[in-house]
């Protein structure tokens, strides 16, 4: 989802999915974390993981610059997503949500294999996903001061499915069709990251609305 060199020729995948599952642990202690920090904290949170995304894309070539922000912004992430994520739990327990994260995982998973074994270039994809982002973010804010039918939010819920499904084999075939280096890594793990989590949170935001019908 966030834009990273394609310039390179090398491909350390081991190196880059150590720092994804890595940095996925930094997430679930942000996660543990988020239950001791009041909400009016959490909208200044994410200000600051919109300003470490920036930071990273100006210092990518600085490898211990770029894993310190990395591992800060999810355990951020972590910290902002607890409120998302016991809400679902309230709302539709446990389970369906363990459920939605296994779903998750494997699809997520199915699709990274797929772009990195068929080799195929999907970079063509780039201009109708940011497109449809921008349009996710716009039908946000209407939802803000108007209200809208739930039919209409699941079908929004899932548009934004389709989209970070879309980025997920984005991203994949851009590292396969055209490499990376180590120092590209802490950006390329917050953009597959990127395309997990908000993949999670519209599925279960699907199954929420789904489940008040």
């Known amino acids: 989802m966030v834009e ?7 491909k350390p995948y081991s190196k880059l999915f150590a720092a994804f599952f890595s940095g996925l642990l930094a997430t679930t202690i942000g996660l543990y974390l988020g ?4 909400d009016v904290f959490r909208m200044p949170l994410f200000l600051v993981e919109l300003g470490m995304i920036f930071m990273m894309m100006f210092v990518r070539k600085r490898k211990a ?18 409120s998302a994520i016991s809400y ?37 994809l780039g201009g109708f996903l940011f497109i449809g982002l921008i349009a ?15 039919m209409t939010m699941q079908i929004y819920s899932g548009i934004g499915i389709l989209i970070f499904v879309g980025y997920t ?7 396969t069709v055209h490499g990376f280096t180590d120092e590209d890594i802490p ?7 990127l395309d997990f989590i908000n993949l999670f949170l519209y599925i279960l935001q699907f199954i929420g609305i789904g489940s008040k019908n």
């Not at 922000?69 to 972590?78: A, E, K, V």
């Not at 779903?103 to 990274?112: E, L, N, P, R």
């Open 4 to 10: 990273f060199t394609t310039r390179a020729v090398r």
């Open 35 to 38: 239950q001791y920090v009041s």
């Open 65 to 82: 610059v770029g894993y310190l922000l990395m591992y800060g912004f999810m355990l951020i992430s972590g910290v902002t997503l607890y």
């Open 88 to 124: 679902y739990v309230s709302l539709l327990g446990a389970s369906l949500v363990l459920q939605a994260f296994t779903v998750t995982t494997v699809s997520f998973g199915a699709i990274a294999i797929y772009a990195m074994v068929s080799k195929r270039d999907f970079s063509f």
């Open 136 to 150: 996710l973010v716009v039908l946000q804010l209407f939802t803000f001061f108007f209200p809208v039918s739930s």
């Open 169 to 175: 084999l984005f991203d994949f075939s851009r590292l």
């Open 187 to 193: 950006m390329i793990v917050v953009s597959i990251y």
